[in-house]
């Protein structure tokens, strides 16, 4: 079963370029985005152990353009990875998608968990 979310993380990405406690706001660089190596979701920390897939897909601008948003700005694409992670080294291994968004605010987000 795939359950969605839409909630913000804090991710630290490989290569150095980490967030820590703003939301994935912060770091070396805030346009672009490198493969996550562990994330902070609900209080816990996961540990990516396989990234599975990266893609980009587009927003849904379409639901922030009814509520009066600027469609050309939420038509931006965000940067999609889908890994296997862990909480800590004993935990159950999951399947989770991060997003980046690289818009006005850039940062990580949660959007899907399969179990």
Same mark, same amino acid.
């Given at each position: 079963?795939?359950?969605?979310?839409? !909630?913000?993380?804090?991710?630290?990405?490989?290569?150095?370029?980490? !967030? +820590?406690?703003?939301?994935?706001?912060?770091?070396?660089?805030? +346009? +672009?985005?490198?493969?996550?190596?562990?994330?902070?979701?609900?209080?816990?920390?996961?540990?990516?152990? +396989?990234?599975?897939?990266?893609?980009? !897909?587009?927003?849904?601008?379409?639901?922030?353009?009814?509520?009066?948003?600027?469609?050309?700005?939420?038509?931006?694409?965000?940067?999609?990875?889908?890994? !296997?992670?862990?909480?800590?080294?004993?935990?159950?291994?999951?399947?989770?998608?991060?997003?980046?968004?690289?818009?006005?605010?850039?940062?990580?987000?949660?959007?899907?968990?399969?179990?």
């Amino acid at each position: 079963m795939v359950r969605r979310y839409d !909630e913000t993380i804090d991710v630290k990405q490989t290569g150095g370029a980490g !967030e +820590t406690g703003d939301g994935g706001r912060g770091g070396a660089s805030t +346009t +672009t985005a490198t493969a996550p190596e562990s994330f902070l979701w609900q209080g816990r920390l996961y540990v990516v152990r +396989t990234v599975l897939d990266h893609w980009q !897909e587009r927003r849904a601008w379409w639901r922030d353009a009814r509520e009066g948003g600027d469609v050309l700005t939420d038509a931006r694409e965000r940067q999609v990875w889908r890994v !296997e992670a862990s909480a800590g080294r004993l935990g159950r291994v999951g399947v989770f998608d991060l997003g980046f968004d690289r818009g006005d605010a850039p940062g990580w987000q949660l959007l899907r968990v399969a179990d």
